[in-house]
């Protein structure tokens, strides 16, 4: 039977027609999706439910794509490539692309040892604060305290929202290039301190962090040593200043090392992960790889590995493609997701978000200085030879590399850009730019201008550490 040219006309249009709306529906409905929803039309933005409540019920909505999204970072220059999607990060060591449709923001981190990490670079300043061994011969938890909350503000500043300081691993190796990150080698003072430090931060409303969890007491092939100790050494040092850490300052994040602990990779040790921090300590946070610090995909999910920084090598396709293969539970995904989102809205990131602005330099002259003063510990006054009389005094010796020009700290991912910057200008050919990794760094202190041919030469109180 052949139908009027104009009856299968219509039936063509009917059915046109219908397609345009069905498209045009899936369309508005993929829309909907990705538009962000009034914050008060969303049930996690209620502010008097406790964070695990509601970071239960927003990975309820959420799709396997944006759990995904949540659990890597989007490369970091010098470090593999660099996704797209980190067109909106601020420059910092680690970004994670934000859910809109929910109301999550993006996770902006930053280095923050001793200070806010390469803001120069960004056009920005940041303040130089005594190293932290500095902070630590303070012995001073109210001290650490204003350490920790210059650096959160100094964050939120520049539009961070988290921070990578947070460094408590035990002074074993005296030639570990990055001591001065550190709080020496007593675990109940570095732990105390540290835990002051956190919270100071974490009372910005940044998500702070400790790290690295554990045993990374030395630099020297810190991505192939292996660490053979027992429990019992382990738990009454290096894991002790963890433990007081974690109890005192809640940090939200926890950095696994690089290292091998007993046979294991840190980011893949079920002892240290699971069995310890998880179990035993009830850590309600997330655990992140220190920066290509993840080895694995199946191994590192199941023993406690939350999030890979700063790439997606394991956490991003392949991670998805293993939970769809069966090989990783979405209930452990769910348990990522969860802690990571848990954390966002227990330190206040998602609901005071941080907003850029100028730092009050001043204010962090005053910081460092009491600092650096507290830091002063005098062991033996014999004769009375302190305070110094300058009548009679013709000459001071001043040993120690650089120590004529106040050399604060060592660089590396800790550098801080003071005024004035490098107080040595290493000899470069061609000109490279003068941050880590290009050259060395020395980063001068904010109390001099590094001036060698200054007849004045200032003391500092706190151990001068120069690494290459």
């Not at 990374?216 to 429990?231: F, H, L, P, T, Y």
Request: proline share 6%; hydrophobic share 35%; net charge neutral.
């Amino acid at each position: 039977m052949h139908l009027p040219l104009c009856s299968r006309a219509s039936r063509w249009f009917v059915a046109g027609t219908w397609l345009l709306l069905f498209v045009a529906s899936v369309t508005m409905q993929s829309a909907a999706q990705r538009t962000p929803k009034s914050r008060s039309s969303l049930p996690w933005m209620n502010t008097s439910l406790l964070p695990d409540e509601r970071a239960a019920m927003v990975v309820k909505e959420m799709t396997l794509d944006e759990k995904i999204t949540l659990l890597h970072g989007t490369g970091m220059e010098g470090l593999g490539p660099l996704s797209p999607l980190a067109s909106g990060s601020n420059g910092g060591a680690g970004y994670v692309v934000g859910i809109p449709r929910l109301g999550i923001p993006a996770i902006q981190m930053s280095d923050a040892a001793y200070g806010v990490r390469s803001s120069g670079k960004n056009g920005r300043y940041s303040t130089a604060l005594p190293c932290n061994l500095a902070a630590a011969a303070s012995w001073d938890p109210d001290s650490a305290y204003e350490y920790g909350a210059l650096i959160g503000r100094e964050l939120r500043a520049q539009g961070y929202n988290m921070s990578l300081g947070g460094g408590v691993d035990l002074t074993r190796e005296p030639r570990n290039g990055r001591n001065f990150e550190y709080l020496g080698e007593d675990p109940i003072l570095a732990g105390t301190l540290v835990g002051r430090l956190i919270k100071g931060t974490q009372d910005q409303h940044v998500i702070g962090d400790i790290k690295h969890y554990a045993l990374n007491d030395q630099e020297s092939g810190r991505n192939a040593v292996n660490v053979n100790i027992d429990k019992r050494s382990m738990r009454e040092t290096d894991l002790l200043a963890f433990e007081i850490g974690l109890r005192d300052g809640n940090p939200a994040g926890v950095m696994c090392s690089y290292n091998r602990v007993n046979g294991d990779y840190a980011c893949e040790n079920k002892y240290l992960l699971t069995d310890v921090l998880k179990n035993e300590w009830k850590f309600p946070g997330f655990v992140l790889s220190d920066w290509g610090g993840a080895h694995s995909i199946a191994k590192a999910s199941v023993t406690g590995m939350d999030h890979e920084e700063p790439n997606e090598y394991f956490y991003g396709d392949a991670l998805m493609k293993a939970v769809q293969a069966g090989q990783v539970p979405m209930s452990q995904v769910d348990d990522h997701v969860r802690r990571i989102v848990r954390s966002m809205f227990a330190t206040g990131v998602i609901d005071d978000m941080p907003q850029k602005s100028v730092v009050d330099v001043m204010a962090g002259f005053a910081t460092a200085q009491h600092i650096a003063e507290q830091s002063m510990v005098l062991l033996k006054n014999d004769n009375q030879q302190l305070p110094l009389k300058a009548a009679e005094v013709k000459s001071i010796a001043m040993i120690g590399g650089h120590a004529d020009v106040g050399m604060l700290s060592g660089g590396g991912s800790a550098q801080v850009d003071p005024p004035g910057g490098n107080v040595i200008m290493p000899p470069t050919i061609p000109p490279q730019p003068r941050r880590w990794p290009n050259v060395p760094t020395w980063p001068s202190s904010s109390h001099t201008d590094g001036n060698r041919k200054d007849k004045t030469r200032r003391a500092f109180p706190y151990q001068t550490v120069r690494t290459n």
